[in-house]
């Protein structure tokens, strides 16, 4: 998602609008720097001559943290606080050879391991109670140039915020990731990557050229391998797997290398894509306390449409992104928000025009705020996109891709399930805007099957005490089956809806009980792709010692 967020805030006019969709939906833009320079890591200092393995080696770690430890329970939860497992021990790693010995010992003692780098997943992958052993990958976390490979280094733990800084401060680039700085590079760029600027510049996993994962071998032995998407590389398959794969499959992820396909020569500040220097972002509200189920269907029909006719690859509106967020009635607004670098020729009356093409025909009046800002100050600001607050860290997130407009039947359960008595304020519904140059690369080209969607729907609803649990997970279980009522409760792929999204893995896609359309979940997340995964997952991971909830399975054999 702009990978969602959170609590509500008082507007202007007495009603309330949840701060997912404006800080979801914040985005384009920052200064432009050229030349190759030294940049401050969290890490170190690091010019363009460090040698990667060894500048992270010396600086931390390992740190072994056992039940009793002071530590222990403040390490245990990630940031979905639903799930909390009971490891024998989380060890915190700093180096590719840390995370070898941790892996070769796990196996050794015949104990599951889990990794977490950021702590984001919406899912119960690293508090399996079978899970005994939990990597804690964050710190390692630097970013910086790798000259031999003429590519950018990201480490796993790095968050995202911390790569948008260092690579904007040191060369004026970026990546098109998501809208939450405290989210980790680890698991977002394997599960593919997107965000504010993946209309205009694709998936992050476009911009993929290497990857360095700890892999353990038919004999239990963990070594380091570098993958590739060199075409004649032998380890190309496994860099291929970690294109939109998800984590957590065939291995550990310790290192990244990022450079854009046929970006050419030796200066860095040409590699990847030009950061923007500002964001124009137009956010409009219109109050639930007039809405007509007329008023909604429309807003929502011509977002749709608007994406159905503005979503080619090389579409001039391709840097236009958007968000249509209808939040329950109990929250009290509907919100757009739109927004696009400042510096593209025709941006404001981009703007403008996708603003009156999504509300023509709402016969309301709305609210508006327009405002230009630096774009590092918005995709780097403290809890952007964070799901909960300190307090409301209970969440359930839900998704899927669509090809073309909601149909008129799916209409009617938006508008159903948002009016309905049995949720709250913090419940909703996100139309993201997707499409544009995602579409150049084909289906096959990475492991991200969906090629073609020009929209993701994301519906979530997050909660702060245990005992609300069951109502919470209730409300967003049977809005999501209502929507796709009718292929069997989830997005099965066909005309209108196409799967859905790793990085939002959802374990009710694998559940009988709420999945009875006979698709498993892998075509779901995968498509086609899925049998080519297996084949990976087979030679990297012989053992199975990498899985979870919705993990790639090695084929059958016989």
Same mark, same amino acid.
């Given at each position: 998602m702009p990978e969602v967020s959170d609590r509500s805030t008082s507007l202007p006019d007495g009603g309330a609008v949840s701060r997912r969709g404006l800080l979801a939906g914040a985005g384009a833009a920052a200064v432009t720097m050229a030349g190759t320079v030294a940049c401050t890591g969290a890490t170190g200092t690091w010019g363009a001559d460090t040698t990667w393995a060894e500048s992270d080696a010396a600086i931390f770690g390992p740190v072994t943290v056992r039940p009793g430890d002071v530590r222990y329970d403040n390490l245990l939860r990630g940031n979905n606080f639903r799930f909390a497992g009971r490891p024998d021990e989380i060890r915190v790693v700093g180096s590719t050879d840390q995370v070898v010995r941790a892996v070769s010992e796990a196996v050794r003692s015949g104990r599951r391991v889990a990794v977490r780098s950021g702590g984001h997943c919406y899912e119960s992958f690293t508090a399996d109670p079978a899970v005994k052993v939990l990597l804690d990958l964050s710190p390692m976390e630097a970013v910086g140039y790798d000259p031999a490979r003429r590519a950018f280094s990201v480490r796993p733990g790095a968050t995202l915020g911390h790569v948008y800084r260092t690579l904007f401060k040191g060369w004026g680039v970026t990546i098109p990731g998501g809208a939450c700085p405290g989210v980790g590079a680890g698991g977002h760029i394997a599960g593919g990557g997107y965000g504010p600027l993946s209309r205009r510049y694709g998936s992050v996993v476009d911009h993929l050229y290497g990857v360095e994962v700890v892999v353990v071998d038919r004999d239990g032995t963990a070594r380091a391998v570098v993958a590739t998407r060199e075409p004649d590389d032998p380890n190309h398959d496994l860099w291929w797997a970690h294109t939109g794969g998800g984590g957590g499959n065939f291995g550990v992820v310790t290192r990244y290398w990022l450079r854009s396909p046929g970006a050419t020569g030796t200066d860095p500040s040409r590699l990847l894509p030009t950061s923007p220097r500002e964001m124009l972002q137009h956010a409009v509200f219109w109050s639930w306390e007039h809405m007509s189920k007329q008023a909604l269907t429309r807003l929502l029909r011509n977002f749709g449409t608007w994406h159905e006719r503005n979503s080619a690859p090389g579409s001039r509106s391709a840097g236009l992104y958007g968000i249509l967020q209808p939040s329950h009635r109990a929250a009290g607004t509907v919100m757009l928000v739109a927004q696009i670098d400042a510096d593209l020729p025709g941006a404001d009356r981009m703007v403008t025009d996708f603003v009156s093409a999504v509300s023509a025909g709402v016969d309301l009046t709305p609210m508006h705020v327009r405002r230009t800002m630096p774009w590092l100050h918005r995709m780097t600001w403290p809890g952007?996109?964070?799901?909960g607050d300190v307090l409301a860290r209970r969440y359930k997130i839900k998704a899927a891709y669509l090809r073309r407009s909601l149909t008129e039947t799916q209409l009617e359960a938006v508008y159903r399930n948002l009016t309905n008595s049995l949720s709250g304020p913090d419940a909703d519904m996100l139309l993201i805007g997707y499409g544009g140059q995602v579409g150049a690369t084909a289906p096959e080209a990475t492991a991200m099957a969906q090629r073609d969607v020009i929209m993701?729907?994301?519906? *979530?609803?997050?909660?702060?005490?245990? !005992? #609300?649990? =069951?109502?919470?997970?209730?409300?967003?279980?049977?809005?999501?089956?209502?929507?796709?009522?009718?292929?069997?409760?989830?997005?099965?792929?066909?005309?209108?809806?196409?799967? *859905?999204?790793?990085?939002?893995?959802? !374990? #009710?896609? =694998?559940?009988?009980a709420w999945n009875t359309s006979g698709v498993p979940a892998h075509r779901l997340y995968y498509k086609d792709n899925y049998p080519r995964l297996q084949q990976v997952k087979a030679r990297w991971d012989p053992r199975d010692v990498f899985r979870h909830a919705l993990a790639i399975e090695a084929p059958q054999s016989g």
């Open positions: 952007t996109g964070e799901s993701k729907a994301v519906y *979530s609803t997050t909660w702060m005490d245990e !005992a #609300d649990d =069951a109502a919470c997970l209730t409300w967003v279980r049977e809005f999501y089956r209502d929507m796709y009522a009718d292929t069997g409760g989830v997005p099965v792929p066909g005309e209108v809806n196409d799967g *859905s999204y790793i990085n939002y893995p959802d !374990a #009710d896609l =694998a559940d009988p």
